[in-house]
Each structure stands twice: as C-alpha cells, then as structure tokens.
C-alpha cells in the first residue's frame, strides 16, 4: 500500500503564491513518478506537472510553465508544487498522485494511487 497525503492549500489573492507538500508513506519503493493533478468544479481531472523520482525529468502543462515548479525530496520521500503568479484559474482542488515506470503520463487512469486532495482557491 502507499499513501499519499497532501499539505499546503488555502486562499490566496491573484498573484499571489502557495506551496503544496505530498508526503509518500508506506510501499514507496513500487513508484517512479509523483504529479499533481487539479480538479476545478464542473471539469475533468487535469494533469499539472510530474517529477520522476529516479532522474528529477520534470514534466508541466503549458499553463503553469513558468509559474510552477514541481520538486522532491527524496530523505522525506516529499513532492513539492511551488505556485507563483496565481490566476483565478488556477482554483481547483489539488490532487497528488503516483505510478510505477519512470515513462511520462498526463492521463489520470494510469495513476494508481491518490491522495486526497487540497482545496486552491485564487481570488481576483
């Protein structure tokens, strides 16, 4: 089993930053890549940037580059998401995930496991 369980949500006005933790516990050993996803209300479940644990090759959406910075912390087994200049549309609930192999995906079926989610609101 691995479990995952993020940190660091909250309400921030447009423009301004926020730092998401998911700390990894448990059979970490079975993954390669760590992501977040988002979930705004009314929409599909978005990939948001992907780290591979064994090389650090980052992965982003093209609407968070430059704005986002994924990293890790292998002593803690800990993936980051850095979040500077938030737009209003970056408002969603923040999903981290893993999956085993070290090959780049931005589907979420092929993540097996989750957490449970952190709420990012933006205000404008």
């Known amino acids: 089993q691995v479990q995952l369980v ?21 059979r970490t050993f079975v993954f390669d ?3 977040w996803f988002r979930q ?3 929409k599909e479940r978005e990939f948001v940037a992907s780290i591979r644990w ?5 992965d982003y959406v093209d609407s968070v580059k430059g704005r986002f910075t ?13 979040m500077f200049s938030l737009k209003s549309e970056d408002t969603a609930i ?5 999956k085993d192999g070290g090959i780049f995906s931005s589907r979420p079926d092929m993540y097996p496991y989750w ?9 404008s």
């Not at 064994?54 to 980052?58: D, K, V, Y």
């Not at 957490?115 to 205000?123: E, H, I």
């Open 6 to 26: 993020e940190s660091g949500g909250g309400l921030v006005q447009a423009g301004g930053s926020l730092r998401l933790s998911c700390a990894a516990s448990g």
């Open 33 to 35: 890549t760590m992501a």
């Open 40 to 42: 705004a209300p009314g």
């Open 54 to 58: 064994s090389t650090g090759i980052r």
């Open 70 to 82: 994924i990293s890790r912390d292998n002593a803690k087994s800990t993936v980051n998401l850095q």
């Open 94 to 98: 923040y999903y981290c995930a893993a």
């Open 115 to 123: 957490g449970q989610g952190t709420q990012v609101s933006v205000s």
